[in-house]
């Protein structure tokens, strides 16, 4: 089946005004983000989702394609959803989402959700692992997954719980990746909110406490932090500059 890949980019942020355009390693974010799902080659069109001119313009003078989309919507989701209700996008019941803030998203997370929806689950999204030192971060969202493959909870807080202090839990940190079947982004977004969702500040909270199932791809290696603060800004040009280096030599 077909796979759109859209990668939502609105153009206010609480923390980092206009992040999405913020130069990094030479390009602006955004950019950094669509290349990296562009080389995987793995979605039938490709496109940026935004509310602001600004980004679409830097995105289609560097060749790729942006959809002008509501300045109302409160998720990346709604965004998305608003997307395949265009009439040319309406032939394609499989979507990936890679969010605009994750330039150094791991291939193996966008292999590994779009792989969970081939299994059959209506929604995919994937996690790395996290070292237990950094399971008080909130800003790392942890997921329990079960025997099935498919999440459990999604929270802030340090999940599974060390009662005993063991030190052998395994912690998984979700990285802001998701697949959907048309039917089940249709659904989401038609869902009333939960209250765990508003306490957590976590949208797929919705879906899975109203009993859509949530395939998680695991994959080896820690999942790299998206941009959210002026410190992740400044780790990802570190990285990236590093890379640039690394393929010029």
């Known amino acids: 089946m077909p796979l ?15 992040k999405p355009l913020l130069p990094l390693a ?19 069109r490709l496109v940026v989702a935004t509310d602001a001119l600004e980004i679409a313009t830097v995105v289609r003078e560097a060749g790729y394609e942006a959809v002008m989309t509501s300045a109302e919507h409160e998720s990346g989701t709604e965004r998305i959803a ?10 394609f019941d499989l979507i990936l989402n890679v969010q605009g803030d994750e330039p150094l998203v791991s291939p193996d997370a966008i292999h590994g959700t779009v792989g969970r929806l081939k299994l059959g689950d209506p929604i995919g999204t994937a996690a790395g692992d996290l070292a237990p030192g950094l399971v008080s971060d909130p800003a ?7 025997p099935s493959g498919r999440a459990a909870y999604f929270s802030r807080a340090p999940i599974p719980w060390d009662r005993d202090g063991a030190g052998t ?6 990285v802001g990746v998701y697949g ?32 859509i199932p949530i395939g998680v791809a695991l994959f080896p290696g820690p999942a790299a932090p998206g941009v ?8 990802a040009e570190r990285a990236l500059t590093r890379h640039l280096k690394e393929v010029s030599s």
């Open 180 to 211: 959907y079947t048309r039917d089940a982004l249709e659904r989401w977004v038609r869902l009333p909110p939960v209250p765990e969702e508003q306490w957590e500040r976590l949208e797929q909270l919705r879906p899975l406490l109203h009993g």
């Open 82 to 91: 608003e997307v395949i209700g265009i009439n040319e996008f309406k032939s």
């Open 228 to 235: 959210d603060t002026a410190d992740d800004l400044a780790f």
């Open 140 to 146: 790392r969202v942890k997921v329990v997954v079960g």
């Open 26 to 44: 030479g390009d602006p974010l955004i950019l950094w983000v669509v290349r990296r799902v562009a080389e995987l080659d793995l979605c039938d």
């Open 4 to 18: 759109l890949g859209v990668i939502p980019a609105r153009l206010g942020s609480s923390r980092l005004p206009k």
């Open 169 to 174: 839990v395994v912690y998984h940190q979700h």
